[in-house]
């Protein structure tokens, strides 16, 4: 084993570098693109010092993923992305200070109102079908009505 583990290159870590910064594109995390870049700083140091055993190859790429997750995930964390569209993909948040009329009648605290072609559950104070409501919150799928 030490024969084919002795033998290993810069380009052997660009490589993986290549695999892993490919999966990236298919996973929903940034892991696989931090480990690449790590195996691409780790190919780098063996190609200008040479000479580096497998261990050693090992052991830096293994510190540098973890430390890059980690320093990503500090770092994302303390510096959120601001978005023009905060709401994008929360759909019932967007519906927050709407006003709409009852679908169904709520009975016992739960109802339905339709929102742009969209049945959504409703939980409030009982109210019959027709009344204007005012959707004051989400929780989940699920929204809260007032009396509008």
Same mark, same amino acid.
């Given at each position: 084993m030490n024969g084919i583990l002795g033998s290993i290159e810069f380009w052997h870590w660009w490589v993986l570098a290549a695999?892993? $910064?490919? !999966?990236?594109? /298919? +996973?929903?995390?940034? *892991?696989?693109?931090?480990?690449?870049i790590s195996a691409i700083a780790v190919g780098?140091?063996?190609?200008?010092?040479?000479?580096?055993?497998?261990? $050693?190859? !090992?052991?830096? /790429? +293994?510190?540098?993923? *973890?430390?890059s997750v980690f320093a990503w995930r500090y770092y994302a964390r303390w510096r959120p992305?601001?978005?023009?569209?905060?709401?994008?993909?929360?759909?019932?948040?967007?519906c927050v200070g709407r006003l709409v009329v009852l679908?169904?009648?709520?009975?016992?605290?739960?109802?339905?109102?339709?929102v742009d072609g969209t049945t959504w559950k409703v939980e409030g104070k009982d109210f019959v079908a027709g009344v204007r409501v005012k959707v004051v919150g989400a929780d989940g799928a699920i929204l809260k009505v007032e009396e509008a």
């Amino acid at each position: 084993m030490n024969g084919i583990l002795g033998s290993i290159e810069f380009w052997h870590w660009w490589v993986l570098a290549a695999l892993l $910064i490919a !999966v990236e594109v /298919f +996973a929903p995390t940034t *892991v696989f693109l931090w480990t690449g870049i790590s195996a691409i700083a780790v190919g780098l140091v063996v190609l200008v010092a040479g000479g580096i055993g497998w261990e $050693i190859q !090992v052991f830096l /790429f +293994a510190v540098l993923s *973890v430390a890059s997750v980690f320093a990503w995930r500090y770092y994302a964390r303390w510096r959120p992305t601001v978005s023009e569209d905060p709401l994008l993909n929360r759909r019932a948040e967007q519906c927050v200070g709407r006003l709409v009329v009852l679908e169904q009648p709520v009975v016992n605290g739960q109802g339905a109102i339709n929102v742009d072609g969209t049945t959504w559950k409703v939980e409030g104070k009982d109210f019959v079908a027709g009344v204007r409501v005012k959707v004051v919150g989400a929780d989940g799928a699920i929204l809260k009505v007032e009396e509008a």
